[in-house]
């Protein structure tokens, strides 16, 4: 089992930059990719960024050239660097995680508003 906790999430101006963290414990060498999704207000929840255990990263078009993810070498943690943030970027994200054996885990979200 793998258990993730993230903080970071606030309310920031649009055009504002922050950064989200995930703290991973347990089983954390099985995990092969970490990431993020979000859901907005009405929204069914999707993907934002990922990071494979090789490094490799995947995002969203929306956030593409804005957000930068990353975890750390030892899989105990991932970012989420968040910069010219928008309006529409406004949802609660969710830290994620999946194993070698393709498990899937969560952590309980942290909330990002993006207000003036």
């Known amino acids: 089992q793998v258990q993730l906790v993230e903080s970071g999430g606030g309310l920031v101006q649009p055009g504002g930059s922050l950064r989200l963290s995930c703290a991973a414990s347990?089983?954390?060498?099985?995990?092969?990719?970490m990431g993020w999704y979000r859901q907005g207000p009405g929204k069914q929840r999707e993907l934002v960024a990922t990071?494979?255990?090789?490094?490799?990263?995947n995002y969203a078009d929306s956030v593409k050239g804005r957000f930068t993810v990353s975890s750390a070498n030892a899989k105990n943690a991932a970012y989420l660097q968040m910069n010219s943030l928008k309006p529409e970027d406004t949802a609660a994200y969710y830290c994620?995680?999946?194993?070698?054996?393709?498990?899937?885990?969560w952590g309980q979200g942290t909330q990002v508003t993006v207000s003036s």
């Open positions: 347990g089983s954390i060498f099985s995990i092969n990719v």
């Open positions: 990071v494979s255990s090789g490094g490799s990263t």
């Open positions: 994620y995680a999946r194993s070698y054996s393709r498990s899937d885990y």
